[in-house]
């Protein structure tokens, strides 16, 4: 059973700084993309942040860009997202996503297993 678990969430000030992990297990994490999403209240999911299997593939989504940094760590299964210089519009909900073949990074249709969210409020 595959499991995607995030941590790290929580309440920071404007300007601050939080780093979200998300363990993966139940799949060959090294074979899989990973993801970054987060839901507003109100909005629609939308990208983060994206990084491939071999982890030198990276995308991330325009108001994130400079700011935020993904990584993945093939030997602990899980995927990091350090979130600097935080604003009060990035508060939302943040989810894990794997996605095997990694095509459209940007869609949430790509992806095959998601985790439960992480909540993180910036205040201003």
């Known amino acids: 059973q595959v499991q995607l678990v995030e941590s790290g969430g929580g309440l920071v000030q404007a300007g601050g700084s939080l780093r979200l992990s998300c363990a993966a297990s139940?799949?060959?994490?090294?074979?899989?993309?990973m993801a970054w999403f987060r839901q507003a209240p109100g909005k629609e999911r939308e990208f983060v942040a994206a990084?491939?299997?071999?982890?030198?593939?990276?995308v991330y989504a325009d108001s994130v860009k400079g700011r935020f940094t993904i990584s993945r760590d093939n030997a602990k299964n899980t995927v990091y997202l350090q979130m600097n210089s935080l604003r009060p519009e990035d508060t939302a909900v943040y989810y894990c996503?794997?996605?095997?073949?990694?095509?459209?990074?940007?869609?949430?249709?790509?992806?095959?297993?998601w985790g439960q969210g992480t909540q993180v409020t910036v205040s201003s």
């Open positions: 996503a794997a996605d095997l073949y990694g095509l459209d990074l940007g869609s949430m249709a790509e992806y095959d297993y």
């Open positions: 139940g799949l060959t994490f090294s074979r899989y993309t």
């Open positions: 990084v491939r299997w071999i982890g030198d593939n990276i």
